[in-house]
């Protein structure tokens, strides 16, 4: 049991990644505070971590809200008595041109991906800095390349990927980890909640979802990559190659990227 007694917080976790990680988490030894927006999720979701044996604790919160995330940090004290690993899952995407797009879905998703890892990472980073701990930023292939018609998404995960290698430089000498992880595409309802041009949700993927890495083979990698102190993680083999060919050649990825992204189901900008 690699992380026996070890408490790890993964935010927006009733689903999907965040969901595969404390499950994954759990199993290695480690005590897990969940969190989510949906007390029956929230509730579904630590029924599953029971069963597996796992000791949980659910937080009701919202990543977009600072007082929730200083809740999470509060009551995990509270229950647990320390914090050693903080995953920052919790996120929403959307898919709509800018040009049509309303700016408070814009503001929405900066405020949950961006800043609800911002807010996570801040009231957590105490406990974490004691513990020589771990933060986990769950970023994506689109923190190294833009999508059209997801503006919103990549700007999020862009500036957390900028926010995580300046405080990873901050905390360098005092023995904290920082991992980003960017999965490529992977199935998960990530897709089927995003937001479009006015805010409602889209309901259904563009994508073919079962082609995709699952939510449970990247949460065995961000485990592996978080006990190996691993500064960076990049999933799938388009991924990796997207974010080489977007290094050097990233006009021609231009085209590549319109080309490939115009092939979707309902694409807004064929």
Not at 9 to 17: H, P
Not at 65 to 80: P, Q, R, V, Y
Not at 127 to 140: A, C, H, N, Q, Y
């Amino acid at each position: 049991m690699k992380l026996k007694d070890k408490v790890v917080i993964v935010t927006g976790a009733t689903s999907g990644i965040g969901e595969a990680c404390a499950l994954v988490f759990g199993k290695e030894g480690a005590k897990i505070v969940i969190t989510g927006r949906s007390q029956i999720k929230l509730d579904n979701s630590l029924l599953k971590l029971q069963q597996q044996g796992i000791e949980a604790l659910g937080v009701l919160a919202d990543a977009a809200l600072e007082g929730d995330n200083k809740k999470i940090a509060s009551e995990t004290l509270a229950h647990f008595g320390r914090i050693d690993i903080l995953i920052n899952n919790a996120g929403i995407s959307m898919r709509a041109l800018f040009e049509d797009l309303d700016l408070a879905v814009f503001h929405k998703v900066m405020d949950t991906n961006f800043w609800g890892t911002v807010y996570a990472t801040k009231y957590c980073l105490p406990e974490i800095l004691k513990r020589k701990g771990t933060v986990v930023g769950v970023s994506s292939i689109n923190g190294y390349r833009g999508t059209p018609a997801r503006t919103a998404y990549t700007a999020s995960k862009f500036a957390m990927n900028g926010f995580f290698e300046s405080l990873r430089t901050e905390v360098m000498k005092r023995g904290v980890h920082i991992l980003v992880a960017s999965p490529g595409f992977t199935a998960s309802n990530i897709r089927n909640s995003a937001l479009t041009a006015d805010g409602t949700i889209q309901g259904e993927s563009p994508r073919e979802e079962q082609k995709m890495m699952t939510a449970e083979e990247v949460a065995q990698a961000i485990l592996n990559a978080t006990l190996k102190r691993k500064r960076d993680l990049i999933l799938t083999g388009q991924g990796k190659l997207a974010v080489f060919l977007n290094k050097w050649i990233p006009g021609i990825m231009d085209g590549i990227v319109y080309n490939h992204m115009a092939k979707e189901k309902d694409s807004p900008f064929k």
